[in-house]
């Protein structure tokens, strides 16, 4: 079967770095997606890998390797409003979107 | 503010009525979804449509039915509710159909509780 595994939940301090792991197991690659998901509300899209290696953007940077079914998601200089769900979630050979369960990030001063 | 408007927020409904979630977008995309969340499982998708007029079944599809009569519409109905249906759902749109690479946009979510 498919699965996406992410730890479920981890705590950090704000101002520092930490990094969400994701791996999976699915039938084909189309790609990799990160969302965010504060608490009773949407997700709303990150970062998308398809390649090999790290995409950065701003703050937050997302590193894919397919060979390994991984990736992780880095964010830098965290501050409180990041507290929040990430969601990570990759496309099949049928392009269809398989969810991670996401990981609860908190963010304690 | 262009995005997806989903209604109603929150609904208590009991079992066995029939409900319809709607779901409006006015980015003009293509392809719209609709997935639920339950504690501990990422969203699971139940049905899709890639463009107006046609409609695919996704991943829980099951007491679940939708339409596409044009693009900015995607209502999802429950036909006779159940208390397994309750959960919080969420319309999404991306800009291509489900075979491209697009982000999704997603509306606030519905939460709904079946007695």
């Known amino acids: 079967g498919q699965n996406i595994d992410q730890p479920t939940e981890m705590t950090a301090t704000e101002g520092a770095i930490v990094q969400i792991n994701c791996t999976y197991q699915?039938?084909?690659?189309?790609?990799l997606f990160w969302y965010q998901q504060h608490a009773g509300e949407a997700p709303t899209f990150l970062s998308y890998n398809v390649l090999d290696g790290l995409e950065e953007k701003g703050r937050f940077s997302s590193f894919l390797s397919r060979s390994k079914g991984y990736s992780y998601l880095l964010l830098k200089e965290l501050q409180m409003k990041d507290s929040a769900s990430y969601l990570c979630?990759?496309?099949?050979?049928?392009?269809?979107?398989?969810w991670g369960a996401g990981t609860k990030l908190i963010i304690k001063p | 503010i262009a995005g997806i408007t989903q209604a109603p927020t929150s609904q208590i409904l009991a079992a066995g009525r029939r409900m319809t979630l709607r779901c409006t977008q006015d980015?003009?995309?293509?392809?719209m979804y609709w997935y639920r969340q339950d504690l501990g499982l990422g969203l699971r998708l139940i049905h899709y449509?890639?463009?107006?007029?046609?409609?695919g079944k996704g991943e829980v599809p099951d007491g679940y039915s939708v339409s596409r009569a044009n693009t900015d519409d995607f209502p999802l109905t429950l036909a006779s509710a159940v208390p397994s249906q309750t959960s919080v759902y969420f319309c999404?749109?991306?800009?291509?159909?489900?075979?491209?690479?697009?982000?999704?946009?997603f509306g606030e979510g519905s939460r709904l509780t079946v007695l």
């Open positions: 979630a990759v496309k099949d050979s049928n392009y269809q979107l398989i």
């Open positions: 999404a749109s991306s800009e291509g159909d489900s075979g491209e690479t697009g982000e999704l946009f």
């Open positions: 980015m003009r995309h293509n392809a």
């Open positions: 699915t039938s084909g690659f189309n790609g």
């Open positions: 449509s890639n463009t107006a007029g046609t409609t």
